[in-house]
């Protein structure tokens, strides 16, 4: 008796993607795209009603983003697996994904060949890391983040409370100047590029909590 075809949800916001990756996986015995989602809550609604063994989810997207479906997906009981197939690797992407129950992270680089292994892992319910985002993770095991100072953690509860610069400057009685010059520090300890990302980097880390919004 012939094994059940991996059945796979693609999402992604680019037709083209989903097309060429559609293309990909038909053409592998054993696999079979069963629909796909141009945002994370189409990919939710799509999971709950075709119950794919494994969804490939992009990240950045308009409407509702992959962070977000892939923690609802993981918490609705169903048993699909989440591979994340994205173009970023920086740790405001990789982290919330995988703290969100991604079971794996892969490029959009990947080889054809690559792709198709790891959905035959992820529907196994095997980890798999793209070679980039896994030394990225290691990495970030063995160089401990550099420490807040005291007042970069001051900083980063205003602006986690909605404070502009100059409001947080008013505050603490210093220089807008000043300010900056804390947010960029803060930035650059916390691998961030916005206000959003060091808040939720600051939560994720332990630096923020939840009665601090």
């Known amino acids: 008796m012939s094994e059940a075809p991996v059945r ?10 989903r097309d060429g990756i559609r293309g990909m996986l038909e053409a592998e015995p054993g696999l079979e795209v069963v629909g796909e989602a141009a945002d994370g809550a189409r990919a939710v609604e799509l999971a709950r009603a075709l119950e ?5 989810m992009d990240l950045r997207m308009p409407g509702t983003g992959g962070v977000a479906a892939i923690r609802e997906l993981t918490g609705s009981g169903l048993p699909l697996r989440v591979l994340v197939l994205t173009t970023y690797t920086t740790d405001s ?14 490029l959009k680089d990947a080889h054809p060949d690559e792709l198709v292994r790891a959905v035959r892992m992820a529907a196994r319910g095997e980890t798999v890391l793209s070679p980039a985002v896994a030394t990225r993770l290691v990495g970030r095991v063995r160089e401990p983040v550099a420490a807040l100072s005291e007042r970069e953690s001051e900083i980063l509860r205003l602006i986690a409370e909605g404070s502009t610069n100059r409001e947080a400057a008013a505050r603490l009685f210093i220089s807008e100047a000043t ?4 947010v960029l520090h803060i930035y650059a300890k916390l691998d961030v590029n916005d206000r959003a990302a ?3 980097a600051g939560f994720r880390r332990g630096l923020l909590r939840s009665g601090e919004e």
Do not use: F, Q
């Not at 300010?179 to 804390?182: A, L």
């Open 8 to 17: 796979v949800l693609v999402t992604d916001d680019h037709p083209v993607v």
């Open 52 to 56: 794919p063994d494994v969804v490939l």
């Open 93 to 106: 992407d990789v982290g919330p994904a995988i703290e969100a129950g991604a079971t794996g992270y892969l």
């Open 179 to 182: 300010v900056k010059t804390h």
């Open 198 to 200: 060091a808040v939720a």
